[in-house]
């Protein structure tokens, strides 16, 4: 997909768009994640004034998001279903159905499946890009898919993520 130009507020309205369930592009995460993001909204697919990108991660239990930080960008979670333990700028939290999370700019965050069920979230990402991390070190997936077998993160991760939101390691 390629980008959509940025629209303003001087224009007569903004875009619209449906996006029926099992239609946008998922990829499958390697360790130690190992569960999968569906990248349902970004500027590949829409125009917006603000830019965002929004979509759900899905981690099996046992799965986890390990430590890091976006240097400038911001992030909102809304849990799904499942339980988890999120670990934001040295404190820890509950994840459960129905709560909401908020990282800014530079704060550590890590996400722990330490339940027995599939622990899934919606994300926000301002401004974007999420979604290019995510189809970068992951595989494609297909809607009702069976897992595949874990699998490692690429050899260049570190190059991904530095060309793509996330701020240079360490982030404690």
Known sequence: ????????????????????AGAAPTFWQPVPANGHAECILSEKNIRSV???SMGTQTLPPGGRVRLHAHDTSE?????????????????THRM???????MGHN????FINDGDTELQWV????????EDFFAA?????QAGEAAPEP???PSDVLQIEANTVFAPPPHA
């Open 123 to 130: 994300w926000f990402f301002m401004p974007g890009g999420l």
């Open 151 to 153: 699998f490692a993160r």
């Open 50 to 52: 603000h830019r965002f």
């Open 107 to 110: 704060v550590p965050h890590t």
């Open 1 to 20: 997909m390629t980008q959509t130009p940025r629209i303003s507020f001087d224009e007569p309205h903004g875009d619209a768009l449906a996006v029926p």
């Open 96 to 102: 459960a159905p129905g709560a909401t999370l908020y």
């Open 75 to 91: 992030e909102v979670f809304y849990v799904l279903r499942g339980q988890g333990r999120a670990e934001i700028g040295g404190e």
């Open 137 to 141: 070190i992951g595989r494609a997936r």
